[in-house]
Protein backbone atom coordinates (compact mmCIF):
# COMPACT_ATOMS: atom_id res chain seq x y z
CA UNK A 1 0.00 0.00 0.00
CA UNK A 2 3.04 2.55 0.84
CA UNK A 3 4.62 1.32 -2.05
CA UNK A 4 2.02 2.19 -4.63
CA UNK A 5 1.42 5.84 -2.64
CA UNK A 6 4.94 6.14 -3.23
CA UNK A 7 4.78 5.20 -7.09
CA UNK A 8 1.57 7.72 -7.25
CA UNK A 9 3.22 10.90 -5.97
CA UNK A 10 6.22 9.84 -7.98
CA UNK A 11 4.01 9.92 -11.37
CA UNK A 12 2.32 12.96 -10.22
CA UNK A 13 5.73 15.25 -9.91
CA UNK A 14 6.72 14.05 -13.52
CA UNK A 15 3.68 14.79 -14.85
CA UNK A 16 3.75 18.12 -13.39
CA UNK A 17 7.23 18.83 -15.24
CA UNK A 18 6.61 17.55 -18.16
CA UNK A 19 3.39 20.11 -18.48
CA UNK A 20 5.44 23.00 -17.10
CA UNK A 21 7.85 22.36 -20.13
CA UNK A 22 5.59 21.31 -23.30
CA UNK A 23 2.57 23.40 -22.90
CA UNK A 24 4.81 27.00 -22.99
CA UNK A 25 6.98 25.29 -25.60
CA UNK A 26 3.63 24.73 -27.69
CA UNK A 27 2.50 28.21 -26.84
CA UNK A 28 5.87 29.66 -28.11
CA UNK A 29 5.50 27.63 -31.65
CA UNK A 30 1.91 29.28 -32.33
CA UNK A 31 3.35 32.35 -31.92
CA UNK A 32 6.57 32.55 -33.54
CA UNK A 33 6.27 34.42 -37.28
CA UNK A 34 7.75 32.30 -39.54
CA UNK A 35 9.98 32.66 -42.74
CA UNK A 36 7.43 32.60 -45.37
CA UNK A 37 4.09 33.03 -43.45
CA UNK A 38 2.56 36.81 -43.36
CA UNK A 39 2.35 38.52 -41.01
CA UNK A 40 -1.01 38.86 -39.02
CA UNK A 41 -3.89 41.79 -40.40
CA UNK A 42 -4.61 44.46 -38.23
CA UNK A 43 -8.37 45.54 -38.18
CA UNK A 44 -9.18 47.44 -41.04
CA UNK A 45 -8.91 51.46 -40.45
CA UNK A 46 -11.36 54.03 -41.34
CA UNK A 47 -10.62 55.30 -44.80
CA UNK A 48 -9.28 58.80 -45.36
CA UNK A 49 -10.66 61.54 -47.59
CA UNK A 50 -8.85 61.98 -50.68
CA UNK A 51 -5.77 63.93 -50.82
CA UNK A 52 -6.43 67.74 -51.49
CA UNK A 53 -3.76 67.86 -54.71
CA UNK A 54 -4.98 70.11 -57.77
CA UNK A 55 -5.56 67.83 -60.81
CA UNK A 56 -6.12 68.46 -64.33
CA UNK A 57 -9.94 68.83 -64.33
CA UNK A 58 -9.44 71.66 -61.91
CA UNK A 59 -7.48 73.86 -63.73
CA UNK A 60 -8.26 76.70 -65.48
CA UNK A 61 -6.54 77.54 -68.98
CA UNK A 62 -2.76 77.05 -69.52
CA UNK A 63 -1.79 80.57 -68.92
CA UNK A 64 -4.45 81.33 -66.42
CA UNK A 65 -4.16 78.56 -63.85
CA UNK A 66 -2.73 79.29 -60.81
CA UNK A 67 -0.02 76.52 -60.64
CA UNK A 68 0.84 73.04 -61.80
CA UNK A 69 -0.88 70.28 -59.26
CA UNK A 70 -0.08 70.61 -55.74
CA UNK A 71 -0.44 68.05 -53.86
CA UNK A 72 -1.53 68.58 -49.78
CA UNK A 73 0.99 67.21 -47.61
CA UNK A 74 -1.61 65.24 -45.47
CA UNK A 75 -4.42 63.40 -46.02
CA UNK A 76 -7.57 64.35 -43.93
CA UNK A 77 -9.61 61.69 -42.70
CA UNK A 78 -13.09 62.77 -41.91
CA UNK A 79 -15.62 60.81 -39.24
CA UNK A 80 -19.28 61.22 -39.12
CA UNK A 81 -19.23 62.79 -35.15
CA UNK A 82 -15.92 63.70 -34.09
CA UNK A 83 -13.47 66.81 -35.17
CA UNK A 84 -10.50 65.90 -37.14
CA UNK A 85 -7.76 67.88 -37.36
CA UNK A 86 -5.12 68.46 -39.92
CA UNK A 87 -2.77 70.89 -41.04
CA UNK A 88 -3.32 74.43 -40.02
CA UNK A 89 -5.77 72.95 -37.47
CA UNK A 90 -9.06 72.95 -39.10
CA UNK A 91 -11.96 70.39 -37.98
CA UNK A 92 -13.89 68.56 -40.07
CA UNK A 93 -17.83 67.04 -39.24
CA UNK A 94 -20.12 66.08 -41.24
CA UNK A 95 -21.94 69.34 -40.77
CA UNK A 96 -19.11 71.63 -40.89
CA UNK A 97 -16.20 72.00 -43.88
CA UNK A 98 -12.72 70.76 -42.55
CA UNK A 99 -9.56 73.37 -43.77
CA UNK A 100 -6.73 71.13 -44.61
CA UNK A 101 -3.08 72.22 -45.83
CA UNK A 102 -3.69 75.29 -48.08
CA UNK A 103 -6.83 75.78 -47.14
CA UNK A 104 -8.59 73.18 -49.04
CA UNK A 105 -12.00 71.81 -48.01
CA UNK A 106 -12.72 67.85 -47.14
CA UNK A 107 -16.58 66.88 -45.48
CA UNK A 108 -18.61 63.47 -45.44
CA UNK A 109 -19.79 64.32 -48.91
CA UNK A 110 -18.83 67.87 -49.63
CA UNK A 111 -16.45 69.30 -52.80
CA UNK A 112 -12.51 69.26 -52.92
CA UNK A 113 -10.70 72.16 -53.81
CA UNK A 114 -7.74 72.10 -55.67
CA UNK A 115 -5.36 75.14 -56.75
CA UNK A 116 -6.89 78.28 -58.22
CA UNK A 117 -9.76 78.01 -56.18
CA UNK A 118 -11.78 75.55 -58.15
CA UNK A 119 -14.21 73.59 -57.12
CA UNK A 120 -15.40 69.64 -57.55
CA UNK A 121 -18.78 68.40 -56.65
CA UNK A 122 -19.12 65.16 -59.27
CA UNK A 123 -22.72 64.35 -57.59
CA UNK A 124 -24.17 67.76 -58.06
CA UNK A 125 -26.27 68.50 -60.72
CA UNK A 126 -26.80 71.80 -62.66
CA UNK A 127 -22.65 72.79 -62.42
CA UNK A 128 -20.06 73.06 -65.21
CA UNK A 129 -17.61 70.08 -64.76
CA UNK A 130 -16.03 70.50 -61.91
CA UNK A 131 -17.39 74.02 -60.60
CA UNK A 132 -20.06 74.38 -57.87
CA UNK A 133 -23.57 76.01 -57.59
CA UNK A 134 -23.90 78.58 -54.14
CA UNK A 135 -27.73 77.90 -52.96
CA UNK A 136 -29.67 81.12 -53.85
CA UNK A 137 -26.70 83.16 -55.89
CA UNK A 138 -26.20 81.95 -59.51
CA UNK A 139 -24.98 79.07 -61.36
CA UNK A 140 -21.06 80.57 -61.72
CA UNK A 141 -18.31 78.91 -64.12
CA UNK A 142 -15.36 78.37 -63.10
CA UNK A 143 -15.64 77.77 -59.39
CA UNK A 144 -17.75 79.87 -56.75
CA UNK A 145 -16.86 79.08 -53.38
CA UNK A 146 -19.92 76.74 -52.52
CA UNK A 147 -21.85 77.96 -49.60
CA UNK A 148 -23.49 74.31 -47.64
CA UNK A 149 -25.74 74.83 -45.20
CA UNK A 150 -25.01 78.68 -44.19
CA UNK A 151 -21.43 78.07 -44.16
CA UNK A 152 -18.60 78.85 -46.89
CA UNK A 153 -16.45 76.70 -48.88
CA UNK A 154 -13.29 78.65 -48.69
CA UNK A 155 -11.13 76.34 -50.13
CA UNK A 156 -8.60 77.46 -52.72
CA UNK A 157 -9.14 81.30 -51.61
CA UNK A 158 -6.02 82.86 -51.02
CA UNK A 159 -4.96 84.10 -47.86
CA UNK A 160 -1.15 84.56 -47.73
CA UNK A 161 1.66 84.80 -49.29
CA UNK A 162 1.17 82.87 -52.62
CA UNK A 163 -2.51 82.85 -52.36
CA UNK A 164 -2.70 79.87 -50.11
CA UNK A 165 -4.32 80.52 -46.42
CA UNK A 166 -1.27 81.07 -44.15
CA UNK A 167 -1.67 78.20 -40.78
CA UNK A 168 -2.20 80.88 -38.17
CA UNK A 169 -5.66 81.38 -39.97
CA UNK A 170 -7.20 79.45 -37.62
CA UNK A 171 -10.09 81.60 -38.86
CA UNK A 172 -7.94 84.51 -37.86
CA UNK A 173 -5.97 85.41 -34.46
CA UNK A 174 -4.94 88.89 -34.88
CA UNK A 175 -4.12 88.80 -31.05
CA UNK A 176 -4.89 92.19 -29.68
CA UNK A 177 -6.98 94.43 -32.08
CA UNK A 178 -6.64 97.67 -30.11
CA UNK A 179 -3.52 99.66 -31.68
CA UNK A 180 -1.42 101.58 -28.95
CA UNK A 181 -1.45 104.66 -27.62
CA UNK A 182 -3.99 106.82 -25.45
CA UNK A 183 -7.17 108.11 -25.99
CA UNK A 184 -8.57 111.54 -24.86
CA UNK A 185 -11.54 112.47 -23.28
CA UNK A 186 -12.17 116.07 -24.95
CA UNK A 187 -13.39 119.30 -23.53
CA UNK A 188 -17.21 119.80 -24.50
CA UNK A 189 -17.91 115.60 -25.33
CA UNK A 190 -16.50 113.36 -27.72
CA UNK A 191 -12.63 111.67 -27.65
CA UNK A 192 -9.62 111.29 -29.90
CA UNK A 193 -7.35 108.19 -30.41
CA UNK A 194 -3.66 109.44 -30.12
CA UNK A 195 -0.68 107.56 -31.24
CA UNK A 196 2.47 106.96 -29.69
CA UNK A 197 3.91 109.20 -31.85
CA UNK A 198 1.86 112.15 -31.06
CA UNK A 199 -0.12 112.02 -34.10
CA UNK A 200 -4.15 112.22 -33.43
CA UNK A 201 -5.53 108.51 -34.95
CA UNK A 202 -8.67 109.88 -34.88
CA UNK A 203 -11.41 112.05 -33.40
CA UNK A 204 -15.04 111.79 -32.77
CA UNK A 205 -17.13 115.22 -32.26
CA UNK A 206 -20.29 116.74 -32.23
CA UNK A 207 -21.47 114.27 -34.95
CA UNK A 208 -17.97 114.27 -37.12
CA UNK A 209 -15.50 111.41 -37.21
CA UNK A 210 -12.03 112.24 -38.51
CA UNK A 211 -10.00 108.95 -38.87
CA UNK A 212 -5.85 109.46 -40.16
CA UNK A 213 -4.25 106.68 -41.68
CA UNK A 214 -1.22 105.31 -40.43
CA UNK A 215 0.51 106.43 -43.50
CA UNK A 216 -1.02 110.33 -43.24
CA UNK A 217 -4.26 111.04 -45.44
CA UNK A 218 -7.48 111.83 -43.57
CA UNK A 219 -11.38 110.55 -43.84
CA UNK A 220 -13.98 112.64 -42.94
CA UNK A 221 -17.41 111.36 -42.12
CA UNK A 222 -20.63 113.54 -40.84
CA UNK A 223 -23.62 112.61 -39.89
CA UNK A 224 -26.08 115.82 -40.81
CA UNK A 225 -29.58 116.42 -41.72
CA UNK A 226 -30.32 113.41 -43.19
CA UNK A 227 -27.37 113.25 -45.00
CA UNK A 228 -24.12 111.89 -44.56
CA UNK A 229 -21.19 113.75 -45.34
CA UNK A 230 -17.36 112.10 -46.73
CA UNK A 231 -14.57 113.58 -47.51
CA UNK A 232 -10.79 111.42 -48.44
CA UNK A 233 -8.38 113.87 -49.78
CA UNK A 234 -9.36 115.93 -52.69
CA UNK A 235 -12.50 114.58 -52.85
CA UNK A 236 -15.69 112.64 -51.47
CA UNK A 237 -19.29 112.60 -51.56
CA UNK A 238 -22.46 113.51 -50.27
CA UNK A 239 -25.47 110.67 -49.35
CA UNK A 240 -29.10 111.25 -48.84
CA UNK A 241 -32.04 109.00 -49.19
CA UNK A 242 -33.82 108.31 -52.61
CA UNK A 243 -35.89 105.82 -52.78
CA UNK A 244 -37.91 102.78 -51.62
CA UNK A 245 -38.88 99.84 -54.12
CA UNK A 246 -39.68 96.34 -53.08
CA UNK A 247 -39.07 96.93 -49.10
CA UNK A 248 -35.60 98.28 -49.94
CA UNK A 249 -34.68 101.46 -48.93
CA UNK A 250 -31.93 103.01 -51.82
CA UNK A 251 -29.61 105.94 -51.40
CA UNK A 252 -27.88 108.00 -53.89
CA UNK A 253 -24.48 109.50 -53.70
CA UNK A 254 -22.85 112.35 -55.62
CA UNK A 255 -19.07 112.21 -55.48
CA UNK A 256 -17.04 115.07 -56.33
CA UNK A 257 -12.89 114.86 -57.50
CA UNK A 258 -10.76 117.05 -59.07
CA UNK A 259 -13.54 119.25 -60.48
CA UNK A 260 -15.76 116.12 -62.19
CA UNK A 261 -18.99 114.68 -60.55
CA UNK A 262 -20.75 111.22 -60.85
CA UNK A 263 -23.40 109.98 -59.43
CA UNK A 264 -24.49 106.01 -57.81
CA UNK A 265 -27.15 104.10 -56.25
CA UNK A 266 -26.56 102.40 -52.91
CA UNK A 267 -28.71 99.91 -51.21
CA UNK A 268 -29.15 100.09 -47.53
CA UNK A 269 -28.73 97.12 -45.60
CA UNK A 270 -28.60 96.82 -41.56
CA UNK A 271 -26.61 94.25 -39.95
CA UNK A 272 -26.17 94.04 -36.02
CA UNK A 273 -27.17 98.00 -35.39
CA UNK A 274 -25.21 99.32 -37.95
CA UNK A 275 -26.12 100.66 -41.14
CA UNK A 276 -24.02 99.68 -44.54
CA UNK A 277 -24.59 100.54 -48.26
CA UNK A 278 -24.35 98.50 -50.98
CA UNK A 279 -23.33 99.89 -54.84
CA UNK A 280 -26.35 98.81 -57.13
CA UNK A 281 -26.19 99.48 -60.98
CA UNK A 282 -28.10 102.37 -62.36
CA UNK A 283 -28.63 100.19 -66.04
CA UNK A 284 -28.16 96.17 -67.34
CA UNK A 285 -26.23 94.83 -70.35
CA UNK A 286 -28.20 92.49 -72.25
CA UNK A 287 -28.06 88.84 -70.64
CA UNK A 288 -26.33 87.72 -73.50
CA UNK A 289 -23.11 90.37 -72.72
CA UNK A 290 -22.76 89.08 -69.59
CA UNK A 291 -23.30 85.19 -70.64
CA UNK A 292 -20.67 85.92 -73.31
CA UNK A 293 -18.40 87.75 -70.94
CA UNK A 294 -17.56 85.33 -68.61
CA UNK A 295 -17.39 82.23 -71.00
CA UNK A 296 -14.46 81.37 -72.83
CA UNK A 297 -13.19 82.11 -76.01
CA UNK A 298 -12.69 79.83 -78.76
CA UNK A 299 -9.12 80.77 -79.12
CA UNK A 300 -6.87 82.92 -76.84
CA UNK A 301 -6.42 86.67 -77.52
CA UNK A 302 -2.95 87.91 -77.73
CA UNK A 303 -3.48 92.02 -76.13
CA UNK A 304 -0.01 92.97 -75.36
CA UNK A 305 0.71 96.30 -73.45
CA UNK A 306 0.10 98.31 -76.60
CA UNK A 307 -3.05 97.40 -77.24
CA UNK A 308 -3.91 98.00 -73.25
CA UNK A 309 -2.30 101.62 -74.07
CA UNK A 310 0.29 101.44 -70.82
CA UNK A 311 3.63 101.10 -72.56
CA UNK A 312 5.44 103.96 -71.15
CA UNK A 313 2.78 105.31 -68.40
CA UNK A 314 4.66 106.05 -65.05
CA UNK A 315 2.35 103.89 -62.97
CA UNK A 316 3.27 100.88 -65.18
CA UNK A 317 7.01 101.07 -64.74
CA UNK A 318 6.20 101.52 -61.20
CA UNK A 319 4.32 98.57 -60.63
CA UNK A 320 5.96 96.35 -63.28
CA UNK A 321 7.74 94.83 -60.89
CA UNK A 322 4.99 93.64 -59.31
CA UNK A 323 2.36 92.74 -61.67
CA UNK A 324 2.11 91.59 -64.99
CA UNK A 325 -0.75 91.03 -67.25
CA UNK A 326 -1.68 87.59 -68.48
CA UNK A 327 0.09 87.03 -71.65
CA UNK A 328 -2.64 85.98 -73.50
CA UNK A 329 -6.43 85.91 -72.50
CA UNK A 330 -8.60 82.64 -72.63
CA UNK A 331 -12.06 84.76 -72.51
CA UNK A 332 -13.27 87.92 -71.41
CA UNK A 333 -12.93 87.60 -67.39
CA UNK A 334 -8.93 87.28 -67.45
CA UNK A 335 -9.24 90.20 -69.65
CA UNK A 336 -11.54 92.64 -67.17
CA UNK A 337 -9.48 90.57 -64.55
CA UNK A 338 -6.00 92.69 -65.67
CA UNK A 339 -8.38 95.71 -66.31
CA UNK A 340 -9.71 96.15 -62.96
CA UNK A 341 -5.62 95.52 -61.32
CA UNK A 342 -4.49 97.85 -63.51
CA UNK A 343 -7.34 100.48 -62.38
CA UNK A 344 -6.42 100.10 -59.27
CA UNK A 345 -2.77 100.68 -59.15
CA UNK A 346 -3.29 103.97 -61.54
CA UNK A 347 -5.29 105.09 -58.75
CA UNK A 348 -2.58 103.98 -56.27
CA UNK A 349 0.05 105.60 -58.18
CA UNK A 350 -1.96 108.62 -58.14
CA UNK A 351 -2.86 108.98 -54.70
CA UNK A 352 1.02 108.53 -53.84
CA UNK A 353 2.01 111.09 -56.34
CA UNK A 354 -0.72 113.66 -55.02
CA UNK A 355 0.38 112.85 -51.29
CA UNK A 356 3.86 113.52 -51.78
CA UNK A 357 3.17 116.61 -53.85
CA UNK A 358 1.16 117.91 -51.03
CA UNK A 359 3.93 116.92 -48.62
CA UNK A 360 6.37 118.29 -50.70
CA UNK A 361 4.10 121.58 -50.80
CA UNK A 362 3.74 122.03 -47.34
CA UNK A 363 7.64 121.60 -46.33
CA UNK A 364 8.27 124.34 -48.47
CA UNK A 365 6.04 126.64 -47.00
CA UNK A 366 3.69 126.85 -49.60
CA UNK A 367 0.66 124.93 -48.63
CA UNK A 368 -0.87 122.69 -50.81
CA UNK A 369 1.10 122.91 -53.78
CA UNK A 370 -2.09 121.50 -56.23
CA UNK A 371 0.60 119.26 -58.60
CA UNK A 372 0.73 115.90 -58.81
CA UNK A 373 -0.27 114.07 -61.84
CA UNK A 374 0.82 110.65 -63.14
CA UNK A 375 4.57 111.08 -62.60
CA UNK A 376 4.09 113.22 -58.84
CA UNK A 377 4.47 116.54 -60.02
CA UNK A 378 6.36 119.28 -58.00
CA UNK A 379 6.85 116.27 -55.49
CA UNK A 380 8.95 113.44 -55.15
CA UNK A 381 7.89 110.64 -57.20
CA UNK A 382 6.89 107.62 -55.07
CA UNK A 383 9.96 105.17 -54.75
CA UNK A 384 9.70 102.11 -56.81
CA UNK A 385 7.85 98.83 -55.51
CA UNK A 386 10.31 96.19 -56.14
CA UNK A 387 10.96 92.41 -54.77
CA UNK A 388 7.18 91.42 -54.39
CA UNK A 389 4.86 89.98 -57.07
CA UNK A 390 1.26 89.40 -57.20
CA UNK A 391 0.64 85.50 -57.43
CA UNK A 392 -0.71 83.46 -60.12
CA UNK A 393 -3.12 82.19 -57.16
CA UNK A 394 -4.43 85.76 -55.94
CA UNK A 395 -5.23 86.67 -59.83
CA UNK A 396 -7.09 83.24 -60.10
CA UNK A 397 -8.87 84.29 -57.21
CA UNK A 398 -10.27 87.76 -58.57
CA UNK A 399 -10.88 86.20 -62.09
CA UNK A 400 -12.97 84.02 -60.40
CA UNK A 401 -14.52 87.24 -58.56
CA UNK A 402 -15.01 88.50 -61.66
CA UNK A 403 -16.65 85.43 -63.03
CA UNK A 404 -18.98 85.13 -60.06
CA UNK A 405 -19.88 89.02 -60.12
CA UNK A 406 -20.62 88.96 -63.99
CA UNK A 407 -22.90 85.71 -63.64
CA UNK A 408 -24.90 87.52 -60.58
CA UNK A 409 -25.39 90.51 -62.82
CA UNK A 410 -26.70 88.58 -65.64
CA UNK A 411 -29.26 87.07 -63.39
CA UNK A 412 -30.19 90.68 -61.97
CA UNK A 413 -30.32 92.25 -65.55
CA UNK A 414 -33.23 89.61 -66.80
CA UNK A 415 -35.24 90.60 -63.62
CA UNK A 416 -34.67 94.11 -62.21
CA UNK A 417 -35.06 96.99 -65.53
CA UNK A 418 -38.02 99.23 -65.31
CA UNK A 419 -38.45 99.39 -68.97
CA UNK A 420 -38.80 103.39 -68.67
CA UNK A 421 -36.32 105.47 -67.18
CA UNK A 422 -37.90 107.78 -65.18
CA UNK A 423 -36.14 108.26 -61.68
CA UNK A 424 -38.56 107.65 -58.91
CA UNK A 425 -40.10 110.06 -56.80
CA UNK A 426 -39.86 108.93 -53.07
CA UNK A 427 -37.56 109.23 -50.44
CA UNK A 428 -36.23 106.44 -48.68
CA UNK A 429 -36.10 106.21 -44.53
CA UNK A 430 -33.58 105.26 -42.78
CA UNK A 431 -35.69 102.88 -41.13
CA UNK A 432 -36.42 101.01 -44.44
CA UNK A 433 -32.86 99.72 -44.52
CA UNK A 434 -32.76 95.84 -44.99
CA UNK A 435 -32.05 93.82 -41.74
CA UNK A 436 -29.38 91.95 -42.94
CA UNK A 437 -26.02 91.04 -43.60
CA UNK A 438 -24.51 93.28 -46.39
CA UNK A 439 -23.21 91.92 -49.37
CA UNK A 440 -19.33 92.01 -47.87
CA UNK A 441 -20.38 89.01 -45.16
CA UNK A 442 -21.87 86.92 -47.74
CA UNK A 443 -20.50 83.76 -47.19
CA UNK A 444 -19.49 83.34 -50.65
CA UNK A 445 -17.55 86.59 -50.99
CA UNK A 446 -14.25 86.41 -49.48
CA UNK A 447 -11.53 88.11 -51.96
CA UNK A 448 -11.65 91.60 -51.56
CA UNK A 449 -9.00 94.26 -53.98
CA UNK A 450 -8.39 97.32 -51.67
CA UNK A 451 -9.64 100.65 -53.11
CA UNK A 452 -7.75 102.94 -51.62
CA UNK A 453 -5.47 103.57 -48.27
CA UNK A 454 -6.89 101.19 -44.98
CA UNK A 455 -5.07 101.24 -41.76
CA UNK A 456 -5.53 98.20 -40.26
CA UNK A 457 -4.86 96.20 -36.79
CA UNK A 458 -2.85 92.98 -36.04
CA UNK A 459 -1.46 92.07 -32.75
CA UNK A 460 -2.13 95.18 -31.73
CA UNK A 461 -0.11 97.27 -34.21
CA UNK A 462 -1.31 98.98 -37.56
CA UNK A 463 -0.52 98.55 -40.86
CA UNK A 464 -0.91 99.91 -44.14
CA UNK A 465 -3.11 98.43 -46.75
CA UNK A 466 -3.32 100.71 -50.64
CA UNK A 467 -4.87 100.12 -53.36
CA UNK A 468 -4.48 96.83 -55.45
CA UNK A 469 -3.82 95.05 -52.43
CA UNK A 470 -5.81 91.68 -51.86
CA UNK A 471 -7.14 90.33 -48.76
CA UNK A 472 -9.47 87.06 -48.17
CA UNK A 473 -12.13 87.96 -45.48
CA UNK A 474 -11.74 84.83 -42.64
CA UNK A 475 -14.68 85.35 -40.41
CA UNK A 476 -18.37 86.31 -40.86
CA UNK A 477 -19.90 88.04 -37.51
CA UNK A 478 -18.41 91.40 -36.87
CA UNK A 479 -16.77 92.20 -33.30
CA UNK A 480 -18.30 95.44 -31.77
CA UNK A 481 -16.18 97.40 -33.38
CA UNK A 482 -17.43 96.08 -36.63
CA UNK A 483 -14.47 94.19 -37.69
CA UNK A 484 -13.74 90.80 -38.68
CA UNK A 485 -10.92 88.88 -39.53
CA UNK A 486 -8.85 89.25 -42.89
CA UNK A 487 -5.69 87.43 -44.15
CA UNK A 488 -3.37 89.73 -46.44
CA UNK A 489 -3.09 87.78 -49.56
CA UNK A 490 -1.06 90.05 -51.77
CA UNK A 491 0.61 93.19 -50.99
CA UNK A 492 2.71 95.55 -52.24
CA UNK A 493 6.68 96.67 -50.46
CA UNK A 494 5.77 98.25 -47.32
CA UNK A 495 2.43 97.88 -46.75
CA UNK A 496 0.77 95.10 -44.30
CA UNK A 497 3.09 91.66 -45.09
CA UNK A 498 1.65 88.83 -46.83
CA UNK A 499 0.04 85.80 -44.96
CA UNK A 500 -0.75 88.33 -41.96
CA UNK A 501 -4.28 88.17 -40.12
CA UNK A 502 -5.73 91.20 -39.40
CA UNK A 503 -8.59 92.98 -38.09
CA UNK A 504 -10.51 94.97 -41.02
CA UNK A 505 -13.79 97.03 -40.67
CA UNK A 506 -16.84 95.78 -42.23
CA UNK A 507 -17.15 99.35 -43.56
CA UNK A 508 -14.09 99.54 -45.34
CA UNK A 509 -14.51 95.73 -47.26
CA UNK A 510 -17.88 97.15 -48.19
CA UNK A 511 -16.67 99.87 -49.90
CA UNK A 512 -13.62 97.60 -51.77
CA UNK A 513 -16.91 95.08 -53.07
CA UNK A 514 -18.96 98.51 -53.80
CA UNK A 515 -15.92 100.00 -56.27
CA UNK A 516 -15.47 96.28 -57.97
CA UNK A 517 -18.76 96.13 -58.79
CA UNK A 518 -18.80 99.94 -59.91
CA UNK A 519 -15.05 98.99 -61.75
CA UNK A 520 -16.60 95.93 -63.37
CA UNK A 521 -19.28 97.77 -64.90
CA UNK A 522 -16.58 100.21 -66.38
CA UNK A 523 -14.61 97.15 -67.69
CA UNK A 524 -17.78 96.13 -69.67
CA UNK A 525 -18.38 99.23 -71.16
CA UNK A 526 -15.04 98.66 -72.36
CA UNK A 527 -15.16 95.55 -73.91
CA UNK A 528 -18.15 96.43 -75.30
CA UNK A 529 -16.44 99.31 -76.87
CA UNK A 530 -13.40 97.14 -78.08
CA UNK A 531 -15.19 93.94 -78.98
CA UNK A 532 -14.87 92.93 -82.61
CA UNK A 533 -11.93 94.59 -82.90
CA UNK A 534 -8.01 94.06 -82.81
CA UNK A 535 -8.77 90.16 -82.61
CA UNK A 536 -10.96 89.99 -80.12
CA UNK A 537 -14.48 87.81 -80.71
CA UNK A 538 -17.96 89.86 -81.43
CA UNK A 539 -20.01 90.02 -78.76
CA UNK A 540 -23.81 89.77 -78.83
CA UNK A 541 -26.01 92.50 -78.12
CA UNK A 542 -24.92 94.96 -75.83
CA UNK A 543 -27.54 97.02 -75.56
CA UNK A 544 -28.62 98.42 -72.22
CA UNK A 545 -31.40 98.80 -70.28
CA UNK A 546 -32.19 100.99 -67.03
CA UNK A 547 -32.54 98.90 -63.66
CA UNK A 548 -35.99 99.93 -61.80
CA UNK A 549 -34.17 102.35 -59.57
CA UNK A 550 -31.65 104.42 -62.33
CA UNK A 551 -28.99 107.03 -61.19
CA UNK A 552 -30.40 110.74 -60.58
CA UNK A 553 -29.08 113.74 -61.68
CA UNK A 554 -25.91 114.90 -59.64
CA UNK A 555 -26.65 117.19 -56.61
CA UNK A 556 -24.37 120.42 -57.71
CA UNK A 557 -23.82 121.57 -54.69
CA UNK A 558 -21.63 118.95 -53.22
CA UNK A 559 -18.51 120.33 -53.86
CA UNK A 560 -19.06 123.32 -51.55
CA UNK A 561 -20.98 120.55 -49.18
CA UNK A 562 -17.37 119.30 -48.79
CA UNK A 563 -15.41 121.78 -48.72
CA UNK A 564 -17.13 123.42 -45.74
CA UNK A 565 -17.00 120.50 -43.89
CA UNK A 566 -13.27 120.33 -44.60
CA UNK A 567 -12.87 123.85 -42.74
CA UNK A 568 -14.66 122.40 -40.19
CA UNK A 569 -12.31 119.08 -39.67
CA UNK A 570 -9.52 121.77 -40.00
CA UNK A 571 -11.14 123.74 -37.20
CA UNK A 572 -11.51 120.71 -34.79
CA UNK A 573 -8.15 119.29 -35.45
CA UNK A 574 -6.50 122.13 -34.39
CA UNK A 575 -9.08 122.49 -31.60
CA UNK A 576 -7.90 118.90 -30.54
CA UNK A 577 -4.39 118.90 -31.34
CA UNK A 578 -4.14 121.64 -28.16
CA UNK A 579 -6.72 119.75 -25.87
CA UNK A 580 -4.70 116.73 -26.68
CA UNK A 581 -1.07 118.27 -26.19
CA UNK A 582 -2.19 120.12 -22.91
CA UNK A 583 -2.62 116.47 -21.41
CA UNK A 584 -0.09 114.73 -21.80
CA UNK A 585 0.20 111.33 -21.01
CA UNK A 586 -3.59 111.70 -19.22
CA UNK A 587 -6.04 109.40 -20.84
CA UNK A 588 -7.09 105.92 -21.32
CA UNK A 589 -4.80 103.08 -23.19
Known amino acids: ?9 ILRKWLVLWLSLIVPAMAWGQHKPSGGGSAPKAAPSKPAAPSHSATQSHSSTPSHGSTTSRPSTQTHSTT ?29 GRPSTGAAGHTTTPSRPGTATGHSTTPGRPNTPAGRGNTTAGRPNTAGRPGAAGGRPSPAASRGNVGSRTPPGRTVSLRGGG ?19 INHGVRGGRTVVTERNGARIVTRGRGGY ?8 GGHAYYSRTFYSHGGYHVGVYRGYNWGGHAYYGWRPGFYYHPGFYGWAWHPWGAPLYWGVGLWGWGGSPWWGFYGGWWNPYPYYAGPAFWLTDYLIASQLQAAYAARAEDN ?8 GGGDSGGGGGDGGGGAAPAASTGVTLTPEVKEAIAEEVKAQLAAQQ ?29 ALDPAQRTFVVDSDVTVVANGQECALTSGDVVTRLTDTPDADQTVNASVSATKKGDCPSGQTVAIKVDDLQEMYNHFQEQLQTGMGELAKKQGTNGMPKAPDTGQSPSSVPDPQPDTSVAKTLQDQQQQADQTESQVKQETASSGGGGTQ
Open 1 to 9: MNRTSMSEG
Open 80 to 108: PSRPSTGTAGHSTTAGRPSTGTAGHTTAA
Open 191 to 209: SASVRPNGQIRSINRNGMQ
Open 238 to 245: VQRAYVTR
Open 357 to 364: ADAAGADA
Open 411 to 439: AQAGQDTSGGGAAPAAAAPASANDNQAPP
